[in-house]
């Protein structure tokens, strides 16, 4: 889980990413093919196109961490056309877990980025966005993201391990973030 704070904070120990806003889920690639699981372990039916885009991944077998996506020409996430699915989706991915018969959940949280941003830079996959990242100035990058009307950060311990349920990580959003009005009423109507 993930813990919302208030405030931005700066700290060597940390790096900070942005919150796009969309559907967490988990790739798993093997055989050029690819299951996106929901982080409540429910499997994404849809999203073909996206998970065909993730199989080409150049791997014996890889398990990716990250959020399904749609974003408009200016790099910003819409998650209305997520959630109507009348945009393009794209995987966000922020870590690896497991890479060719190897788990990585023990190493360090910027080794497994690194190695993400390799493995996607050595593909260079359509529709496979890697999470860059802050070091230690999450203030700046906050007030970055609230200047451009964007949903939030989080803030990870760089040199931790991973966990499936985010515990450590910390979800700092933009108070003023105009997406998210009138989120509940849409969300309560489709489950109707």
Same mark, same amino acid.
């Given at each position: 889980?993930?813990?919302?704070?208030? $405030?931005?904070?700066? #700290?060597?120990?940390? !790096?900070? /990413?942005? @919150?796009? +806003?969309?559907?967490?889920?988990?790739? &798993? *690639?093997?055989?050029?093919?690819?299951?996106? *699981?929901?982080?409540?372990?429910?499997?994404?039916?849809?999203?073909?196109?996206? @998970?065909?885009?993730?199989? @080409?991944?150049?791997?014996?077998?890889? !398990?990716?961490?990250?959020?399904?996506?749609?974003? +408009?020409?200016?790099?910003?996430?819409?998650?209305?056309?997520?959630?109507?699915?009348?945009?393009?989706?794209?995987? &966000?991915?922020? #870590?690896?877990?497991?890479?060719?018969? /190897?788990?990585?959940?023990?190493?360090?949280?910027? #080794?497994?980025?690194?190695?993400?941003?390799?493995? !996607?830079?050595?593909?260079?996959?359509?529709?496979?966005?890697?999470?860059?990242? *802050?070091?230690?100035?999450?203030?700046?990058?906050?007030? /970055? *993201?609230?200047?451009? #009307?964007?949903?939030?950060?989080?803030? $990870?311990?760089?040199?931790? !391990?991973?966990?499936?349920?985010?515990?450590?990580?910390?979800?700092?959003?933009?108070?003023? &973030?105009?997406?998210?009005?009138?989120?509940? /009423?849409?969300?309560?109507?489709?489950?109707?």
């Amino acid at each position: 889980m993930r813990l919302r704070i208030a $405030k931005p904070f700066n #700290d060597p120990e940390y !790096i900070f /990413e942005l @919150k796009h +806003d969309g559907f967490r889920a988990l790739a &798993y *690639v093997e055989e050029g093919t690819c299951r996106l *699981v929901s982080r409540n372990s429910n499997l994404f039916k849809s999203f073909a196109s996206l @998970k065909a885009s993730l199989g @080409k991944l150049r791997v014996q077998n890889a !398990i990716l961490d990250g959020e399904i996506i749609c974003i +408009d020409g200016h790099g910003i996430s819409r998650f209305n056309q997520l959630f109507s699915r009348q945009g393009t989706p794209v995987f &966000y991915a922020f #870590d690896l877990l497991w890479l060719n018969d /190897e788990d990585v959940r023990n190493h360090p949280l910027i #080794d497994r980025k690194e190695r993400l941003r390799e493995l !996607i830079d050595r593909n260079k996959p359509e529709r496979i966005i890697y999470a860059q990242h *802050v070091e230690r100035e999450g203030k700046l990058l906050f007030e /970055e *993201v609230c200047n451009n #009307d964007l949903e939030g950060i989080v803030a $990870k311990r760089k040199h931790c !391990i991973y966990k499936s349920n985010s515990i450590g990580w910390l979800k700092i959003k933009n108070p003023r &973030y105009s997406q998210a009005e009138g989120r509940h /009423e849409m969300m309560t109507k489709a489950k109707v």
